[in-house]
């Protein structure tokens, strides 16, 4: 198993431009999750899914859009990207249920720059 | 509104010595705490949890504790070895859906 894979690894934007971070993940996990980590921060919930074709909020959802279509993947779309939107941006996915509870896994980040 | 904190933004230990790692939060609806551990370029991995229904979990050399009157919970990592230097979270949730992390405590483990 790959666990979760996210692309690209690192990228650099200007303001105004728009992009999509991909992630994929193998485990057939129901729940899928988007942070960003700020530089001496903890992590922060973007966005998250519970299941294809259901998404919802977390804390920071403002600037950034998601979509569930199949179990594998959850992109996450920056429209009209701004300066503070840098950031490292990770992916995760839980299995669900109580056994592992909120025992997610992590893809290795993609490391976002916008000039 | 940061609801978990971790006020020490790095430790450092010898090896073989004891490493403690502390959290505080907030929010007294908080049900489950979990501690990652994150190496440098790469993703935060599971290291340990704990129930608010516990007050100690324990998996090898690593022991969580939870005091629930003083919203407060620590690593232990006993004997604490070099490979261990890492950055490590303390995260909360309420439910399955809205985990908060703490800004991450730096230990470094020296030979």
């Known amino acids: 198993n790959a666990g979760v894979t996210q692309t690209p690894k690192f990228r650099i934007l200007k303001i105004g431009q728009s992009m999509t971070l991909q992630c994929t993940q193998d485990?057939?996990?129901?729940?899928m999750y988007w942070y960003r980590q700020d530089p001496g921060m903890g992590l922060k919930l973007i966005y998250y899914?519970?299941?294809?074709?259901?998404?919802d909020k977390g804390e920071v959802p403002n600037g950034y859009n998601v979509s569930r279509s199949t179990t594998e993947d959850f992109p996450l779309r920056l429209e009209l990207a701004a300066p503070s939107q840098t950031s490292v941006y990770f992916c995760?996915?839980?299995?669900?249920?109580?056994?592992?509870?909120?025992?997610?896994?992590f893809g290795p980040g993609t490391r976002l720059t916008v000039l | 509104d940061q609801q978990v904190k971790q006020n020490s933004p790095s430790l450092s230990v010898q090896e073989g010595r004891i490493s403690i790692l502390n959290c505080d939060y907030t929010?007294?609806?908080?049900?489950?705490f979990l501690w990652y551990k994150k190496y440098p370029a790469e993703g935060p991995t599971f290291l340990i949890s704990?129930?608010?229904?516990?007050d100690k979990n324990e998996d090898g050399r690593f022991t969580v504790f939870l005091n629930k009157s003083a919203k407060h919970l620590s690593l232990h990592i006993v004997p604490s070895q070099p490979g261990d230097s890492a950055v490590y979270f303390c995260a909360a949730s309420v439910g399955n859906n809205d985990m908060r992390f703490g800004a991450g405590t730096r230990l470094t483990v020296k030979p």
């Open positions: 485990m057939n996990h129901n729940y």
């Open positions: 899914s519970v299941g294809a074709g259901i998404t």
């Open positions: 929010n007294s609806m908080f049900d489950y």
């Open positions: 704990i129930s608010s229904i516990k």
């Open positions: 995760a996915s839980w299995t669900g249920g109580r056994v592992s509870y909120n025992e997610q896994f």
